[in-house]
């Protein structure tokens, strides 16, 4: 049994434990990209979205280049029209949009943009299944609804 004036603050410890085991810090970024890869088809087109939950978005932030880079190469490699990552802050239940593909969908996408990177803010999506996914296949309908049924 721990004595003495040794005072916790709650909020640092859980930072501390979650991001010790943060998936991007702790993992190369492919592997960050392919540890939940999902990959939906619409019509013709082919395209990924993964997600991590984090504490907090500084670990997106310290990583993004290099998270930026590992989504290309997934979205060349698969042959996607674009591959995403959705990090999802368990705090605060909101969300960032990492997304590398083609120009017409980035372009089209409505949510508010965060950096250099084509980094999107989703406040309250937490969800890829119910609320992401759902946007980004009627992204893809309007890029080509001639050529996707």
Do not use: C
Request: glycine share 6%; hydrophobic share 40%; no cysteine.
């Amino acid at each position: 049994m721990a004595t003495g004036n040794h005072k916790v603050d709650p909020d640092q410890l859980a930072e501390e434990i979650f991001n010790a085991g943060s998936i991007i810090k702790s993992e190369t970024p492919i592997n960050v990209i392919r540890a939940d890869l999902k990959v939906y088809n619409e019509g013709a087109y082919k395209f990924s979205v993964s997600q991590v939950e984090e504490l907090g978005f500084d670990n997106l932030w310290n990583h993004g280049e290099d998270l930026d880079e590992a989504l290309e190469k997934v979205r060349a490699s698969d042959g996607l029209l674009f591959s995403a990552l959705l990090v999802t802050d368990i705090n605060t239940q909101n969300s960032l949009l990492m997304i590398r593909g083609e120009d017409v969908i980035i372009d089209s996408i409505t949510y508010p943009h965060q950096a250099a990177n084509d980094i999107f803010e989703l406040k309250g999506i937490v969800s890829r299944k119910k609320q992401l996914i759902p946007y980004l296949t009627t992204l893809v309908r309007q890029l080509a609804p001639d050529r996707v049924t």
